[in-house]
C-alpha cells in the first residue's frame, strides 16, 4: 500500500504526462472493449438465427449429407414419428431438449400464371407450431431486428405458405399481398393464346388430392408449384399465400417458401410413402449441444443415421467466428502495442527526470529491488487508472447505442439487424482485457525500472 501512495504521488508531479498516458491506455481499452463486444454481439446474432430458423441438430437418414443433395428421395426418412418419440423420451436428452420438429427440404419451380411468372424455389415443409416454437429461442436475450419474421402458419391450414418479400417482387404478387415498400413489376406484353397456354397446370392434382380443411380460401394469392416426386414424376400442388416476410439471407428472401409439411409432403411424396429429410433438434442451451449430439449417436444406430449439429450443417458459422477472432486478435495486439510503447515513454521521462532523487535514495540504503517496485507501481497505476476508466467509456458508449437500436445490413443479407455491442456474453471477456491491459501497462514499466535500479549511485548524485 506504501508503494502505491508513492506512486500515486510521482505520477501527479507531471500531471499533464500522466493524463495523456492515462487517456492513450483508456482509448486502447475502449477500442477493444468496443470492437471485442460488437464482435461477440455478431457471433451471438448469428448463433441466435441459424438456431432459431434450423435448431441446434440435425438427424438424417445415413448418407444424406454427402448424396442427399443429387437424391433426396432416397435418403429421406420415413420413421420419424419412431425417432422422435425415442429421443423425447430419453432421460439423458429430455432435461434439455425443447422441441424436436420434422421438415422436408426441396427444389422446384413456381409459377404464378395469372401474371405469366416462374422461377425457381427452394421449398420448406414444417410443423407450423412447432416452427413459431423455434422462432422464438432466445437464450441470450437479445434482440436481433425489428422486423416480425413470424410465419403467421397454422397447423389446419394444410395449404397454406409464406414467401420472401424478394420473391413477391419478383412473382408479381405485391397488389395481391398488399406488401408496403414492395416494388411491382413493370408491365410487359403478356403471351398470346396462339404462343401460350392460357390456364396453368395446378389442376392436374386436384382431383387426386383435393383441397382439405384451410384458412382464408378467398385469398387470390397463392403459387403454383411444380416439382418431381420420389419416384420421378412430376407433380404440382397450389400453395396458398397468407403473407411475405422479410428472410435472413438475400437467397432464401428471393426464393424461399415455407409451408405445411403436409403439402410439402404431398408435392414430394405424391400417393407414395410420407417422407421428411430429417428431424430438427432445438435445446434449451448450446452449451448441451455436443453433449446431446453424443447421446443421439449411441441411442441411434450410427449405420442407420447421422447426427449433424448446425455449425457443421452451416460450415460459415464456424468460419465467420475464426475470421472475426482473427480480426479481433491483431487489432487487440495494436492496441497493447501502443500502450507498451505510452507506458515505456512515461515512465522513460519520469526517470530522466528524478536521477538525482534515485541516486540519494540508493546513498540512503534503499535497495535496487525497492527502486524498481516504486517505478513498476507506477506503471501499474497508470495502467489501472486508464483501463478502468476505458471500461467506463465502453459500458457508456455500449449502452447508449444499444438504446439508439441502429441498423444495418450485413453483406448478402435482406433483413437489416440491429447494430449492437454485448461485452457480458461471455463472462470473460472484459476482465480479461482489463488485466491484459494492466498487465501490458505493468511490464512496459519494468525495463526502465532496471534501468533506474542500476545507476551507480556516484553518477546519479552528481547528475546536474
Given at each position: 500500500m506504501t508503494i502505491l501512495k508513492i506512486a500515486y504521488r510521482n505520477i501527479c508531479r507531471n500531471k499533464r504526462r500522466s493524463l495523456m498516458t492515462i487517456l492513450a491506455?483508456?482509448?486502447?481499452?475502449?477500442?477493444?472493449?468496443?470492437?471485442?463486444?460488437?464482435?461477440?454481439?455478431?457471433?451471438?446474432?448469428?448463433?441466435?438465427?441459424?438456431?432459431?430458423?434450423?435448431?441446434?441438430?440435425?438427424?438424417?437418414?445415413?448418407?444424406?449429407?454427402?448424396?442427399?443433395?443429387?437424391?433426396?428421395?432416397?435418403?429421406?426418412?420415413?420413421?420419424?414419428?419412431?425417432?422422435?418419440?425415442?429421443?423425447?423420451?430419453?432421460?439423458?436428452?429430455?432435461?434439455?431438449?425443447?422441441?424436436?420438429?420434422p421438415f422436408l427440404a426441396f427444389q422446384g419451380i413456381a409459377g404464378n400464371f395469372v401474371a405469366d411468372t416462374s422461377q425457381s424455389f427452394f421449398g420448406m415443409g414444417i410443423v407450423p407450431s412447432l416452427f413459431e416454437k423455434l422462432m422464438t429461442w432466445d437464450q441470450y436475450?437479445?434482440?436481433?431486428?425489428?422486423?416480425?419474421?413470424?410465419?403467421?402458419?397454422?397447423?389446419?391450414?394444410?395449404?397454406?405458405?409464406?414467401?420472401?418479400?424478394?420473391?413477391?417482387?419478383?412473382?408479381?404478387?405485391?397488389?395481391?399481398?398488399?406488401?408496403?415498400?414492395?416494388?411491382?413489376?413493370?408491365q410487359v406484353k403478356k403471351e398470346t393464346a396462339a404462343?401460350?397456354?392460357?390456364?396453368?397446370?395446378?389442376?392436374?392434382?386436384?382431383?387426386?388430392?383435393?383441397?382439405?380443411?384451410?384458412?382464408?380460401?378467398?385469398?387470390?394469392?397463392?403459387?403454383?408449384?411444380?416439382?418431381?416426386?420420389?419416384?420421378?414424376?412430376?407433380?404440382?400442388?397450389?400453395?396458398?399465400?397468407?403473407?411475405?416476410?422479410?428472410?435472413?439471407?438475400?437467397?432464401?428472401?428471393?426464393?424461399?417458401?415455407?409451408?405445411?409439411?403436409?403439402?410439402?409432403?404431398?408435392?414430394?411424396?405424391?400417393?407414395?410413402?410420407?417422407?421428411?429429410?430429417?428431424?430438427?433438434?432445438?435445446?434449451?442451451?448450446?452449451?448441451?449441444?455436443?453433449?446431446?449430439?453424443?447421446?443421439?449417436?449411441?441411442?441411434?444406430?450410427?449405420?442407420?443415421?447421422?447426427?449433424?449439429?448446425?455449425?457443421?450443417?452451416?460450415?460459415?458459422y464456424g468460419q465467420t467466428i475464426s475470421m472475426f477472432t482473427t480480426i479481433f486478435g491483431f487489432i487487440a495486439l495494436i492496441m497493447g502495442v501502443i500502450v507498451l510503447f505510452t507506458t515505456i515513454n512515461t515512465m522513460s521521462m519520469s526517470v530522466m527526470e528524478r536521477i538525482s532523487e534515485i541516486g540519494t535514495a540508493r546513498a540512503l540504503g534503499l535497495r535496487r529491488s525497492a527502486i524498481i517496485s516504486q517505478f513498476v507501481g507506477e506503471g501499474f497505476l497508470l495502467g489501472t487508472l486508464g483501463s478502468t476508466l476505458g471500461v467506463v467509456l465502453a459500458l457508456v458508449v455500449s449502452f447508449t447505442i444499444n438504446l439508439m437500436e441502429v441498423t444495418w445490413t450485413p453483406p448478402d443479407y435482406a433483413t437489416p439487424i440491429l447494430l449492437s455491442i454485448h461485452m457480458f456474453l461471455q463472462p470473460f471477456f472484459l476482465p480479461v482485457c482489463w488485466l491484459g491491459l494492466i498487465s501490458v501497462a505493468t511490464l512496459s514499466s519494468v525495463f526502465p525500472a532496471r534501468n533506474a535500479s542500476r545507476m551507480a549511485i556516484v553518477d546519479a548524485l552528481r547528475h546536474n
Open positions: 491506455i483508456a482509448v486502447s481499452s475502449l477500442s477493444v472493449l468496443l470492437f471485442g463486444g460488437n464482435i461477440s454481439s455478431i457471433i451471438y446474432t448469428l448463433q441466435t438465427g441459424y438456431v432459431r430458423s434450423a435448431g441446434h441438430i440435425h438427424i438424417y437418414r445415413k448418407g444424406y449429407s454427402q448424396y442427399g443433395s443429387a437424391n433426396p428421395s432416397a435418403y429421406g426418412m420415413e420413421d420419424y414419428g419412431r425417432v422422435t418419440q425415442l429421443i423425447t423420451a430419453d432421460p439423458v436428452i429430455k432435461p434439455q431438449l425443447r422441441l424436436v420438429m436475450h437479445m434482440k436481433v431486428t425489428k422486423t416480425d419474421v413470424s410465419t403467421g402458419l397454422q397447423d389446419p391450414d394444410l395449404s397454406g405458405g409464406v414467401i420472401g418479400y424478394g420473391m413477391a417482387e419478383r412473382m408479381d404478387l405485391c397488389g395481391a399481398l398488399k406488401l408496403d415498400n414492395c416494388a411491382a413489376r413493370p404462343s401460350a397456354p392460357t390456364e396453368d397446370f395446378s389442376a392436374l392434382t386436384r382431383e387426386d388430392f383435393p383441397e382439405k380443411n384451410t384458412e382464408g380460401t378467398g385469398d387470390t394469392a397463392h403459387l403454383d408449384l411444380l416439382a418431381a416426386t420420389s419416384g420421378g414424376a412430376p407433380n404440382v400442388v397450389s400453395v396458398s399465400l397468407r403473407k411475405a416476410i422479410m428472410m435472413g439471407t438475400k437467397a432464401f428472401n428471393d426464393g424461399l417458401i415455407i409451408m405445411n409439411l403436409d403439402l410439402a409432403q404431398k408435392l414430394i411424396s405424391g400417393r407414395g410413402a410420407k417422407k421428411v429429410t430429417g428431424l430438427m433438434l432445438q435445446l434449451n442451451r448450446t452449451d448441451d449441444m455436443e453433449m446431446v449430439k453424443k447421446r443421439l449417436q449411441q441411442i441411434l444406430p450410427p449405420d442407420d443415421y447421422e447426427v449433424k449439429t448446425f455449425g457443421e450443417v452451416r460450415p460459415m
